[in-house]
């Protein structure tokens, strides 16, 4: 059973909730409803995989006692797509085994109930900043290289030297590589979801980045695409 609490226009967060506790599940959804975040709600581990399968989700709040089915055989078959939404568990348990056994199926975060809002969005807003993480510390684009464990990025194995804010925009586009990501999402990402000058921020960093990254190359990987945003993909043409 699923129910669709809200759908809002334009850029905004959208996570999944897999509760089937209809109390936990109304307080959270509601709690994250008002800080302008768009949530669907599952009540069981079957259409919860089912919508995260179907849909792109920011976030995944996953409970592990669930009807249907757990919620760490939902989080093993979400990583086994190989997706890499970030997952916050959530859960009455609370063995240091269950914690390790679900942060090796693929979790990022774990909070045990019963908790207060304010720590679930605290949380929340962590995992949103740091946005989807792939497994590996290597991510690839084209001939352009980034190393999330050393920090160092390469193209054409020669290294590039980029400020925190630079390395974190490249980061962001280069995780969501072939998406195009508009400047809200960007601002949300990089800078922070209190920042809200409505400025041209996003632009003059992506100028910066193509003048190292792009600029001295034939193909052009981070390409504008009009009213819209960013992407980044491969060979693509600017
Ligand atoms: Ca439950």
Known sequence: MLRKLQVRQGPIMRMLLVED???????????????????????????????????????????LMLPVMDGTEVLRRIRHKNSTVPVLILTARDAVSDKVGNFEAGADDYLTKPFAFAELLVRVK????????????????????????????KRGGKRIDLTSKEYALLEYLMSNAGRVLSRTMIIEHVWDQSFDGITNIVDVYVRHLRNKVDDSHQRKLIRTVRGVGYTISDGAQS
Request: glycine share 6%.
């Open 21 to 63: 506790e209809a109390k936990v599940s109304s307080f959270v959804a509601r709690g994250l409803m008002a800080e302008r975040y768009a949530v669907d709600v599952a009540r069981d581990g079957q259409s919860g995989l089912e919508l995260a399968n179907t849909y792109h989700y920011d976030l995944v709040i996953l409970d």
């Open 126 to 153: 962590a995992l949103l900043r740091r946005g989807p993480v792939s497994r590996s510390s290597t991510v690839r684009v084209d001939d352009l290289e980034l190393d999330r464990l050393s920090q160092q990025v």
